[in-house]
């Protein structure tokens, strides 16, 4: 972090101002801030931005660079990265469906998008998620802590509390079946008062706010060090309006996808994101893709797409790296998102003549 501002790969009229600021070294740029800088140099917030993001993205190759010694890059075999992937553990949606088609759920050092419509249930999948890593590693979880990038005002609380409290009963009632210490041991501390102190919550009202929470993310991790989920819903809405530069725009989601790649995999986290749905004018049809352009659709790992048939919530696995294109149905209850489960077992007339207390279950009871 103590990199001479000439070494840095900075447009030269931006050195000169910052050498005329009085600036030296690197590490005074990242601890002035986006915000700071603009006032200090008189450039706007997204140069700044996009400056910052220039100055630490060559501070991490350095520090890459001096962990690895003498190579510029880390030197492993085939093998080594399959144990690694082997190694790295799955926050579980509680939809048995979904993480089937997903290998087992959302993969930690992974970037996943889900894209939909308004209503479809992404935001509802994200709080799931945001509860879920927090599961006791006994129970088959992560035992980690989440992070909730907010950019459209989706989160509720009180949903999370209906989330939470099912969770915590639905191991309650593994601990009950199979009496194990670690299992009652593990419920001492895994309330829902535990899990919603364990979910950092940061509301960013437009871009400039995002790419600065993004930017500052790596130093609260690094504080947070049992984070395993980074949430961003609603990564398009500050970049679909007031860009006139597309060019500029394309730029800073290009740097804003980088910096997710770099967490996930510093930090061993799952990164879940949500995108809107637009509407794509072909010659002869229209249809509905997911937002922010083709080029953006590399940025993610895993890329899920819920839709609607009539009446019922179907996910489509359009990309991934190691499991086939899929889909599966799932709904939303009041306990969280869950798998759909099959039509009750219609009763007889003359069952239900002999027991007039019995009658068929209906759909919205389960």
Not at 41 to 57: D, F, M, N, T
Not at 225 to 245: M, N, T, W, Y
Request: net charge negative; hydrophobic share 40%.
């Amino acid at each position: 972090m103590q990199r001479e501002l000439g070494s840095l790969p900075l447009a030269p009229a931006l050195r000169a101002r910052l050498v005329a600021a009085g600036f030296q070294t690197a590490q005074e740029l990242l601890e002035t801030g986006p915000c700071g800088l603009s006032k200090e140099i008189g450039i706007s917030k997204e140069e700044a931005l996009e400056a910052l993001q220039v100055v630490r993205q060559e501070c991490h190759g350095d520090a890459a660079r001096t962990a690895g010694g003498s190579g510029a890059t880390r030197k492993c075999t085939a093998l080594e990265l399959l144990e690694e992937e082997q190694a790295q553990g799955f926050i579980i949606t509680f939809c048995s469906a979904l993480d089937n088609i997903l290998g087992g759920g959302v993969q930690l050092t992974k970037i996943t998008e889900i894209c939909g419509a308004p209503g479809v249930g992404k935001t509802q999948l994200c709080m799931q998620l945001a509860v879920d890593v927090q599961i006791p590693e006994c129970f088959g979880g992560v035992a980690g802590e989440a992070v909730f990038i907010d950019t459209e005002g989706s989160f509720m609380v009180d949903r999370v509390v209906d989330i939470a409290t099912a969770c915590v009963q639905h191991c309650q009632l593994i601990a009950e079946a199979h009496q194990e210490e670690d299992h009652l041991k593990a419920l001492e501390t895994f309330t829902l008062e535990s899990i919603l102190s364990h979910i950092y919550y940061f509301r960013c009202r437009d871009y400039i706010e995002l790419l600065a929470q993004v930017y500052l993310l790596p130093d609260f991790l690094s504080e947070h060090s049992k984070v395993r989920l980074v949430v961003v819903d609603g990564i398009a809405f500050p970049f679909r309006h007031d860009f006139e530069d597309l060019s500029l725009r394309t730029r800073l989601l290009n740097g804003l996808a980088q910096q997710l790649i770099i967490i996930a995999n510093d930090h061993k986290s799952a990164v879940v994101l949500t995108n809107q749905m637009t509407t794509r004018i072909g010659q002869s049809q229209s249809t509905l893709v997911p937002a922010l352009g083709e080029s953006w659709g590399h940025a993610a790992t895993v890329r899920l797409i819920f839709h609607w048939d009539n009446s019922q919530r179907l996910a489509t696995l359009y990309k991934s790296p190691s499991q086939k294109e899929s889909t599966i149905p799932y709904h939303i209850t009041s306990h969280g998102f869950r798998d759909v489960q099959p039509p009750a077992v219609t009763q007889n007339a003359e069952d239900t003549e002999m027991n007039p207390r019995k009658r068929p279950r209906r759909e919205e009871e389960k």
